[in-house]
């Protein structure tokens, strides 16, 4: 069984830097899609970005400046390095990952599964 515990959340100033953490049990790198999600209350979730085994990683525009993903496959661990962060990336942050019979799955398989971890608060003030 899958497992992401996120880690790294935490209260910062405009401008600053912050790296999250996924730790993922029982996740197999064959295949793989991992990414993360932000969520305000009130809002719907939004995609920040992720990183597959065939396709590379991915970005939603408008963060891609200034966010980059990376997976170190020994460590079990995804990461988000946040830089020049603003008021507007105050969110619950998720970390996901696709699954297929309990393997790992690319994100353009059919029919997966998506884990999400429990999220970790990220507060940036101006």
């Known amino acids: 069984q899958v497992q992401l515990v996120e880690s790294g959340g935490g209260s910062v100033r405009s401008g600053e830097s912050l790296r999250l953490s996924c730790v993922a049990s029982?996740?197999?790198?064959?295949?793989?899609?991992m990414g993360w999600w932000r969520q305000t209350p009130g809002k719907k979730r939004e995609r920040v970005g992720s990183v597959d085994s065939n396709l590379g990683t991915s970005y939603e525009d408008s963060m891609k400046d200034r966010f980059a993903i990376s997976l170190d496959i020994a460590k079990n661990t995804l990461y988000l390095q946040m830089n020049s962060l603003r008021s507007e990336d105050t969110a619950m942050y998720y970390c996901?990952?696709?699954?297929?019979?309990?393997?790992?799955?690319?994100?353009?398989?059919?029919?997966?599964?998506?884990?999400w971890g429990q999220g970790t608060q990220v507060t940036v003030s101006s």
């Open positions: 029982g996740y197999t790198y064959t295949n793989y899609c």
């Open positions: 996901v990952a696709e699954v297929d019979g309990g393997y790992g799955a690319s994100c353009s398989e059919p029919g997966t599964q998506t884990i």
